[in-house]
């Protein structure tokens, strides 16, 4: 089984911070993805990546950056963390073709006060 | 255009009734179908993965898709208490790279009552 594993599953973090949102996965998955899910408007895709150092804007990628360095590694970056980036993070990974399933970590629920 | 309509819910059903869980969507180009179950406080899990038009089975759960409608649908029988969830529907068109990735709806809240 594909395990997605995220360093953390809550997070408290001051306006102002810098956040580090941590991603590991198992299969050797091409694609990773991170996305933020809020009530009522469900998943938005904040960046993916393709392969180690590259990397592609999602739909809100304001605010966000990433890293990936490592194939299996996958981080998301709050450069400034501001209360309206309080949400739950998903972390995701698939094969290469955009028409694999993704597979989900558990989430991260980051609150920013 | 590629929006996913999906009713948010709460779908109410008594244990063991049939349940039909449905999303529609506009894109016509959309070959590859998901549906994904999330428990609260968790990420979401794959539960079927489809092809084009047509049915599949797994165990209790059956997918469904008719693309001349534009419409797929999630079945699931003998429904129990541990299918109290959120699922999600997910599309993709074709078998690009990742850029287009998939495209969500936004959930439906499903509560199986004992």
């Known amino acids: 089984d594909v395990k997605v594993t995220q360093s953390s599953r809550y997070l408290v973090k001051r306006t102002g911070e810098k956040v580090f949102l941590e991603c590991v996965q198992d299969m050797d998955h091409e694609n990773m993805f991170w996305y933020r899910q809020d009530p009522g408007l469900g998943l938005r895709l904040i960046y993916f990546s393709y392969d180690v150092k590259m990397k592609e804007k999602g739909d809100i990628p304001e605010g966000y950056s990433v890293s990936r360095e490592k194939k299996e590694r996958f981080s998301l970056i709050l450069e400034s963390a501001s209360t309206n980036q309080t949400s739950m993070y998903l972390c995701?990974?698939?094969?290469?073709?955009?028409?694999?399933?993704?597979?989900f970590g558990d989430g991260t629920r980051l609150s920013i006060l | 255009q590629k929006e996913v309509e999906q009713d948010p819910g709460p779908l109410s059903v008594p244990e063991g009734a049939i349940v039909s869980l449905n999303c529609t969507y506009s894109n016509s180009a959309f070959q590859y179908f998901m549906w994904y179950r999330q428990y609260s406080r968790k990420g979401p899990e794959l539960l079927m993965y489809?092809?084009?038009?047509g049915n599949k089975e797994d165990g209790r759960f059956t997918a469904q898709v008719d693309k001349s409608s534009k419409y797929i649908s999630l079945f699931i029988r003998d429904s129990q208490p541990s299918d109290s969830a959120t699922y999600l529907c997910a599309m993709s068109e074709g078998s690009g790279g990742g850029a287009d990735g998939l495209t969500f709806g936004k959930g439906t809240h499903l509560i199986i009552q004992p």
């Open positions: 995701a990974s698939s094969l290469l073709y955009s028409n694999q399933p993704q597979h």
């Open positions: 489809t092809y084009s038009s």
